[in-house]
Nanobody, 115 residues
Framework: QVQLVESGGGLVQAGGSLRLSCADS????????MGWFRQAPGKEREFVAA???????RYADSVKGRFTISRDNAKNTVYLQMNSLKPEDTAVYYC?????????WGKGTLVTVSS
């Protein structure tokens, strides 16, 4: 089975940066659209960023200009570079991989941004 494992979360000061990684144990990573979602305490899960198998990207308005999603198919890894972090970015960040009819989720990594 495909397994997605996130890493890179932690505690940072407002204005700081983090880079999240999501590694796929599968061998067909390059065929999947990949994305990041997040869920803050007491809030619904929300879309953050996505990158398709052919490298088209899309971002939530709240993170445009601050976050960058990228992928390295040779490493079976997708990244989320987060700059200019705000306390409002505090959430558990989840990696998602999609290729019809498959939809995979990681267990999440916690990002905490202090004011």
């Amino acid at each position: 089975q495909v397994q997605l494992v996130e890493s890179g979360g932690g505690l940072v000061q407002a204005g700081g940066s983090l880079r999240l990684s999501c590694a796929d144990s599968g061998r067909i990573f390059s065929l999947y659209d990949m994305g990041w979602f997040r869920q803050a305490p007491g809030k619904e899960r929300e879309f953050v960023a996505a990158i398709t198998w052919n490298a088209a990207t899309r971002y939530a308005d709240s993170v445009k200009g601050r976050f960058t999603i990228s992928r390295d198919n040779a490493k079976n890894t997708v990244y989320l570079q987060m700059n200019s972090l705000k306390p409002e970015d505090t959430a558990v960040y989840y990696c998602n991989g999609y290729r019809f009819p498959e939809n995979y989720w990681g267990k999440g990594t916690l990002v905490t941004v202090s004011s």
